[in-house]
């Protein structure tokens, strides 16, 4: 094997061990990310003011977490739909929601439900490292 080949093998076996640690590590942080993010709340905000007018178009939160971004994009008039590998952070963040127009659903990012009608994805706090993009 020569050494790019190794290379791209370590970076590999790299993803796969980090995908392992998210979903592993995820599920039993989910009754305290909120508490832990507080930090960054004000963020939320400023995220749907630097991606524009959101009133009425749809957005895809991939890794949502405990929803919190979905929410605001939902609070701005935005139909939301968010993903998590995580049940147990999906439920905190349905628990959160008073919003009609915004789902939460469990997926993975590798293999997205949405075949599709994505044009744009963005990345605001670090989720799945692995997850592809797709035009
Ligand atoms: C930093 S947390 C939540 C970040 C969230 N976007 C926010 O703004 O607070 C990262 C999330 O990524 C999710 N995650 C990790 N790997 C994933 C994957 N392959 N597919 C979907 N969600 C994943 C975890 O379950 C976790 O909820």
């Known amino acids: ?5 190794m290379t ?5 076996d790299e993803e796969r061990a980090y ?8 599920p039993a942080f989910a009754p305290f990310y909120d ?10 905000h400023q995220v749907v003011e630097l991606v524009g007018a ?12 405990t929803g919190s971004q979905a929410l605001a994009f939902a609070a701005r008039g935005a139909e939301v739909a968010a993903i998590d590998i995580s049940e147990a952070m999906l439920r ?3 628990r ?19 075949d599709r009608g994505i044009r744009r994805l963005g990345h605001v706090l670090r989720g799945p490292r692995d997850a592809r993009d797709r035009p």
Do not use: I, Q
Request: net charge positive.
């Open 19 to 26: 995908y392992d640690l998210n979903k592993r590590v995820y």
């Open 54 to 65: 959101v009133d009425g178009k749809r957005v895809l939160d991939v890794a949502t977490g």
């Open 35 to 44: 508490l832990v993010a507080l930090p960054v709340r004000r963020l939320r």
């Open 96 to 114: 959160k929601n008073h919003f009609a127009t915004l789902t939460f659903r469990r997926a993975d990012a590798t293999k997205l439900p949405f």
């Open 8 to 12: 791209r093998g370590n970076e590999v």
């Open 1 to 5: 094997m020569n050494s790019a080949a």
């Open 92 to 94: 905190v963040a349905r």
